[in-house]
């Protein structure tokens, strides 16, 4: 599985930012696809997850970003976007797409077997 990441970008505080994870390669019909993040001395935290494909849709969303980033499935079901909105400086990271085959892991990184390269957005 690859998984190819974009979107990032430097924005202002209070504006919006997409991202893109296209995944190529999947074996299995569903798969749990997330963004992390991870900045300078911090440890990787799950942001948003998505039971993709023909998975039955559910999600999971860090707490400091309900209401604010919002996670979906494009219509090919192989393309996850994550809307950032009302980003804040605190968002400021290197943004990491994952997937797993087969079933939902949610937000958990250490159950995820396919990684992006990243993609750095600045708040």
């Known amino acids: 599985v690859q998984l190819v990441e974009s979107g990032g970008g430097s924005v202002a505080p209070g504006e919006s930012l997409r991202l893109s994870c296209s995944g190529f390669?999947?074996?299995?019909?569903?798969?749990?696809m997330a963004w992390f993040r991870q900045s300078p001395g911090k440890e990787r935290e799950g942001v948003a997850a998505?039971?993709?494909?023909?998975?039955?849709?559910?999600?999971y969303y860090r707490q400091s970003v309900k209401g604010r980033f919002i996670i979906s499935q494009g219509t090919d079901k192989q393309t996850v976007y994550l809307d950032m909105n009302i980003l804040k400086p605190e968002d400021t990271a290197m943004y990491y797409c994952?997937?797993?085959?087969?079933?939902?892991?949610?937000?958990?990184?250490?159950?995820?077997?396919?990684w992006g390269q990243g993609t750095q957005v600045t708040v």
């Open positions: 994952a997937a797993e085959e087969g079933r939902w892991v949610g937000g958990d990184a250490r159950q995820y077997s396919f």
């Open positions: 390669g999947f074996n299995y019909g569903t798969y749990s």
């Open positions: 998505l039971y993709a494909g023909n998975g039955d849709g559910r999600t």
